[in-house]
């Protein structure tokens, strides 16, 4: 098994044991083989999920291509997600316009 292993078991609230020092070892989640002496004190899962996806990584930007932390990431996709959502509404509108509009002409060329 791999580290990665033990991390997600940490995620699904499983009991996990270490026999090295991965990442997460020592902060009172798991049940350790090794102690490590500079880890003093324990974290919640919260805490670690944080620390592993936001706070220690840098990402890079998408706008950018520099690096940058999590928040601006979230925040780039998100705006790219909102222009994708409003361009896709535009041109459904236009469709239901254009429909309506060629069957208003062909009931109008019927009656008159």
Same mark, same amino acid.
């Given at each position: 098994?791999?580290?990665?292993?033990?991390?997600?078991?940490?995620?699904?609230?499983?009991?996990?044991?270490?026999?090295?020092?991965?990442?997460?070892?020592?902060?009172?989640?798991?049940?350790?083989?090794?102690?490590?002496?500079?880890?003093?004190?324990?974290?919640?899962?919260?805490?670690?999920?944080?620390?592993?996806?936001?706070? !220690?990584?840098?990402? %890079? &930007?998408? *706008?950018?291509?520099? /690096?940058?932390?999590?928040?601006?990431?979230?925040?780039?996709?998100?705006?790219?997600?909102?222009?994708?959502?409003?361009?896709?509404?535009?041109?459904?509108?236009?469709?239901?316009?254009? !429909?309506?509009?060629? %069957? &208003?002409? *062909?009931?109008?060329? /019927?009656?008159?």
């Amino acid at each position: 098994m791999t580290s990665l292993t033990g991390f997600e078991g940490l995620l699904y609230g499983k009991k996990v044991y270490t026999y090295s020092m991965p990442f997460y070892a020592g902060w009172g989640l798991t049940t350790d083989r090794r102690n490590c002496e500079r880890r003093k004190r324990n974290v919640t899962v919260e805490e670690l999920i944080a620390a592993t996806y936001l706070l !220690y990584p840098r990402y %890079i &930007s998408p *706008k950018t291509k520099e /690096l940058c932390d999590a928040e601006l990431v979230i925040q780039e996709l998100k705006e790219q997600k909102d222009a994708l959502q409003a361009s896709f509404l535009l041109r459904s509108k236009s469709k239901i316009y254009s !429909y309506f509009s060629r %069957i &208003s002409q *062909k009931l109008l060329s /019927l009656v008159g």
